[in-house]
């Protein structure tokens, strides 16, 4: 007895595209099979006639319910708010970021983490280690255990980002520290890359020539910035073993980078985010183009293009967020390079504007536009094939796609805050239905999923993308 076969669609599976049969029971994928092959009784036929059927998405970089840098006490939207929107927008499994900083070791950062998703999320979740600022000797010794315990990933800053705050950065002698305790123990290193002497040179600079409201800010996170980090985070990643990803990946240098260091067989893996291939610095000139800004900064249209470059032949992994939702009045009340918030409130059109501007506009394969919004942030991560995949033992976590919606997005499409970047834009095919661990979530433009019934999935990195440059 299944609970639901899925019929009709067009399937992307890790063996092709193919007109498919998906058989659901209880949690789990049980079947992919031609068409009318499977016979057995059935709970509901699903008809995805039309539609386009991927796994669900993965969102590898959110910020939920956490601080807001410059309003103390303020934080980003909460799980339950943050894992409903994901649905909607085809995404199923969140990593949010458990922050170790002074007077809290990784495990009680994860602690805290449990806390506040235990019972709160619609979607699947999981978390990063952020480690903050120069990072102990007895935290770094725990890195082992935490790996085991299924968290496998491990975020360094080498910027504190901001002029005048000091607790983010992590010199390099910590950095490489880190590196070898999570090379030697399967890990994965996350970087927020950029040199903190150019940052911090350029912001002093900025505010010396009266140029500091927040249309500079790709003046202060510069190309030259990013271009110089990158090199000098793989030159340790070469000496330590280590494997990394690149979050966020703004500048055509960091793609040439990390490309450069695939070739010579480093397993180095890079992010871009949604808003980055779609806007460039020239947006900040608008009235409120500080909504727009996420860090490092929107560059120019020649970086933007190699972005999407860098996506399609395969120098950068995956598309995300950095989600990081708050209102409006927040999003656009700072107005210098110092103190405007960055972070995007985008899990929910992630998946949906990576096949508009991917698929439909540049010819990005089905298979491509799963990998860069599942499987490859679930492999890298260590999901996979639990996650990332229509495949039979995988969760049924079962997204359609709508390619025949053409559409203006307008706030009655987004389920989150009361503002979009993405307001104005137009689409041509949008997540429609979206399954979790076999329940059905989303279906209709109705939320049928139940807040609680997301859980923490364990992660274990293969090793062999963690030795070689793989994806
Ligand atoms: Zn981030």
């Known amino acids: 007895m299944l609970d ?3 019929r009709g669609g067009q399937v992307v599976t890790p063996g092709g595209v193919g007109g498919w049969d998906i058989g659901v029971q209880g949690e789990k994928i049980v079947a992919i099979a031609e068409p009318g092959a499977l016979t057995e009784q059935v709970g509901r036929v699903i008809d995805a006639s039309g539609k386009i059927v991927i796994p669900g998405g993965v969102e590898p970089h959110a910020h939920v319910a956490a601080p807001i840098m410059g309003h103390p006490n303020t934080e980003t939207a909460p799980p339950d708010q943050v894992s409903r929107a994901a649905l909607f927008g085809g995404t199923t499994t969140l990593v949010d970021f458990a922050i170790q900083g002074p007077g809290r070791d990784i495990f009680q950062a994860i602690e805290e983490r449990n806390g506040r998703w235990k019972g709160q999320s619609y979607a699947d979740y999981t978390y990063h280690c952020m480690l903050l600022g120069d990072i102990p000797s007895e935290v770094i010794s725990q890195i082992p255990q935490v790996i085991d315990a299924g968290f496998p990933s491990f975020k360094v800053f080498t910027t504190n980002i901001r002029p005048n705050t000091h607790d ?24 927020h890359a950029e040199d903190d002497d150019l940052v911090q040179f350029l912001y002093q600079r900025l505010q010396n020539q009266g140029t500091y409201d927040w249309t500079h800010m790709h003046k202060a996170h510069t190309n030259m910035s990013e271009d110089i980090s990158f090199r000098r985070i793989i030159r340790a990643a070469e000496w330590t073993g280590a494997a990394v990803y690149f979050v966020h990946v703004s500048a055509k240098e960091g793609v040439q980078a990390i490309r450069e260091a695939r070739g010579k067989g480093l397993p180095i893996y890079g ?8 806007f460039t610095a020239d947006d900040y000139q608008k009235a409120d183009g500080m909504k727009y800004h996420t860090y490092p ?17 395969g120098d950068i992994h995956t598309m995300a967020t950095d989600e990081y939702c708050t209102s409006y009045a927040l999003k656009v009340e700072g107005k210098t390079i110092e103190n405007v918030t960055g972070g995007h409130n985008g899990a929910e059109t992630r998946v949906g504007i990576t096949y508009t501007e991917g698929v439909v506009k540049r010819g990005m394969s089905l298979e491509h536009f799963v990998n860069v919004t599942s499987t490859n942030a ?92 793989r994806l």
């Open 4 to 6: 639901y076969i899925i």
């Open 168 to 191: 983010r950065m992590a010199r390099l002698g910590h950095v490489a520290a880190v590196m070898e305790e999570v090379a030697a123990a399967n890990g994965l290193m996350i970087v």
């Open 271 to 278: 992010e871009t985010l949604h808003n980055y291939v779609s």
């Open 297 to 313: 900064s929107l560059k120019s249209e020649e970086d933007r293009q190699a972005l999407w470059t860098g996506l399609l032949k």
């Open 378 to 469: 679930a492999r890298l991560l260590g999901l996979y094939p639990r996650k990332g995949a229509l495949a039979p033992g995988s969760d049924a976590d079962i997204v359609f796609i709508d390619p025949t919606v053409h559409k203006t997005l307008s706030m009655s499409d987004f389920h989150i805050t009361d503002y979009s970047i993405w307001e104005g834009w137009e689409v041509h095919g949008w997540p429609v239905f979206t399954m979790l661990r076999g329940k059905i979530v989303v279906e209709n433009g109705r939320l049928a999923g139940v807040q609680g019934s997301g859980m923490l999935i364990p992660r274990k990195i293969d090793s062999d993308l963690l030795s070689r440059p």
